[in-house]
């Protein structure tokens, strides 16, 4: 069966450790449109070129672009099991887009889960990740930032206010208290994965 998974939660929420356990356990793929988007970019593609200046101003690409990259990449023969969606939707229009998309393929949400993290806690996890990343000689993400990471926050919270309640309404939405052990989170994601 597939199962179609949207992970919230702002940056350093764990949103990447609780994706990797799901795609072990289910066969299923994480896709993060700020990740692809970014990879664009570094490949120095059209579309990465078209939407580099909005990225820097910290704006929303248009539903269009990310509808179209997301509906090419489901495509692929590792989205077969399901997808874990981060970052996306972010706005109706996509949750709306999202949903057609995965009818076409008999598919549909299963779950949205939000994982939740106090803001001070959210700053420190970042600045460790950028820490670990320099320390290892990897390159720090641009946007693990602090100023960055505080426009980041907002952003979240701008998003997840517009499309929580489209997957409320549908009883997909769970929120779990992001800052218990990573071990407890991934088994009460387990739990709601069992009973999709
Ligand atoms: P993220 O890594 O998810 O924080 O995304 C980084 C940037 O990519 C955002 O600030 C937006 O400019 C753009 N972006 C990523 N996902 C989306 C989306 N679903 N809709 C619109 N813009 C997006």
């Excluded at 450790?17 to 570094?42: C, F, N, P, V, W």
């Amino acid at each position: 069966m597939t199962r179609n998974i949207i992970l919230m939660g702002p940056p350093g929420a764990g949103k990447g450790t609780q994706s990797k356990i799901l795609e072990e356990k289910y066969g299923l793929k994480q896709l993060s449109t700020g990740d692809m988007l970014r990879a664009e970019r570094a490949a120095g593609s059209d579309l990465g070129r078209r939407v580099q200046a909005i990225m820097d101003a910290g704006q929303l690409v248009s539903d269009d672009i990310i509808i179209e990259m997301i509906e090419k990449r489901m495509a692929d023969a590792d989205c077969a099991k399901g997808v874990i969606f981060d970052g996306f939707p972010r706005t109706i229009p996509q949750a709306e887009a999202l949903d057609a998309m995965l009818a076409k393929r008999g598919g549909r949400i299963n779950l949205v889960v939000d994982l939740s993290v106090d803001e001070k806690i959210l700053f420190d996890r970042v600045e460790k990740r950028a820490a670990e990343a320099a320390a290892s000689g990897q390159p720090v993400r641009n946007d693990d930032k602090p100023e960055v990471v505080t426009r980041r926050i907002r952003e979240y919270k701008a998003y997840t206010a517009e499309v929580s309640p489209y997957y409320q309404k549908q009883g997909l939405l769970h929120k779990l208290d992001g800052m218990r052990p990573i071990d407890e989170i991934a088994a009460k994601i387990d739990a709601l994965v069992a009973r999709t």
